[in-house]
Each structure stands twice: as structure tokens, then as C-alpha cells.
């Protein structure tokens, strides 16, 4: 990877950003588990394309974080004493990728073969993608998002209030109703993230720490 490729990397995290939240707010609401089979089947029936380009934007968001998780790891561990939390970012982002990847291809399965499915089949995939394939998500994000927020207050080079505002997400994602505006909270982090650790890795950065000293505060 030349230099200036491997310098864009960081930038992933805004890109990851972007497409989960065209996804969340594009896709639109599948049925819950106590719905009756037949009206499961005739959302997924119904909305078939939305749901299939719905869940493609999904599974490509994380996948593309996992590359985000990298990148701040390898930022992250220049700190010797961030070291071993960096490995944890990447753990939680790995761990999101496997919930977001199974819910989105079970959902995906559920639109283009819903005319092949039993009910009972169809009531334990929409089971799997509303109760279980979230979990990995919530625990990947908790990981994610308490390795940033100690990395970067045992002095990784980013300011002390994103290690906070991680720490506080990381929290809230474990809360049932704070779940899910916390993983908003957690787009926002990576985009001002990744702008940053773009901004601190390029070949000049000796124009960088006034500006920097101002966002740190």
C-alpha cells in the first residue's frame, strides 16, 4: 500500500459513519418477534429490494469499520501505554462486523426466499435477527468503545474528552433503551476520529499542534 493510500485509512471511520447512517435511516421498520407470521411475511414480501439494499449497506459499513478499528489500533499503540487496550478496539469491531454480518444475512435470506420459507421457519429467522445477532453488536461496541476511551485517557494522542465521550457510550450501549442512540453517538465519535487521526499522521503535521491544542482542551 503506497503512502498516500495507506494515509487515507484512518478516514474509513467517517466512511463507516456515512453508510450506517444512510442504512438506519433508509431501511425501514421489520417486524418485531410478536408480530403474526403472516404479517413477517408480508413485510419481507413487500419490501424485499429496500430490505436487500438495506442490509448490503449494513454489512459493508462494518466490514469497513473492522478496517477503521485497525487503523486507530495502530494509532493508538504508538502510546506504549495503550498498547494492550488498542487490541481490545480491535476486538469490538470484529465482534460488531459477525452480529451486523449474521443479521444482515439472515435478513437478506428472509426477502429473496420468503416465498420458500414455512412459517415456522420464518418466525425463528426474524426471532434470530431481532432478539439474538444484536447482542454480538452491543458487546462489540462496549469493547470498541471502552478501549478507545481508557487508550486515549492513559495519553494516546487524542483529546481527553473523546476518551470520555467513549467511555460514556460505552456505557449507554449496554443499556437497553440508550442502545441504539448510543450507536449514533458512536458514528459521530468516528467521524471527529478518524478526521483527527488523518489530520496527526500526514507528512506535514508541524502546522498541527495549535490547532490541535484548541480541540483538547
Request: net charge neutral; glycine share 10%.
Amino acid at each position: 500500500m503506497s503512502d498516500r493510500l495507506s494515509r487515507l485509512v484512518p478516514l474509513t471511520g467517517a466512511l463507516f459513519a456515512v453508510l450506517a447512517v444512510v442504512a438506519i435511516f433508509t431501511g425501514g421498520e421489520s417486524p418485531g418477534t410478536n408480530e403474526p407470521t403472516a404479517k413477517i411475511i408480508a413485510y419481507y414480501a413487500t419490501h424485499r429490494s429496500e430490505v436487500e439494499t438495506n442490509n448490503i449497506l449494513f454489512a459493508l459499513a462494518f466490514l469497513i469499520l473492522v478496517l477503521f478499528a485497525a487503523s486507530l489500533r495502530s494509532y493508538l499503540r504508538q502510546t506504549p501505554a495503550a498498547e494492550g487496550l488498542s487490541a481490545m478496539v480491535l476486538a469490538g469491531a470484529v465482534l460488531m462486523a459477525v452480529g451486523v454480518l449474521t443479521t444482515s444475512g439472515v435478513e437478506y435470506g428472509l426477502a429473496k426466499e420468503i416465498h420458500h420459507l414455512g412459517p415456522e421457519a420464518v418466525k425463528t429467522l426474524n426471532f434470530i435477527t431481532e432478539e439474538l445477532a444484536f447482542l454480538p453488536v452491543i458487546g462489540g461496541a462496549f469493547l470498541f468503545a471502552i478501549g478507545s476511551g481508557l487508550a486515549i485517557l492513559r495519553g494516546a494522542r487524542l483529546p481527553k474528552w473523546l476518551g470520555w465521550v467513549a467511555i460514556v457510550l460505552a456505557i449507554a450501549a449496554l443499556i437497553p433503551p440508550a442502545s441504539f442512540p448510543s450507536l449514533l453517538g458512536f458514528a459521530i465519535w468516528s467521524i471527529i476520529v478518524s478526521i483527527l487521526i488523518y489530520l496527526r499522521t500526514g507528512p506535514d503535521t508541524t502546522a498541527l499542534p495549535s490547532a490541535a491544542g484548541t480541540m483538547s482542551g
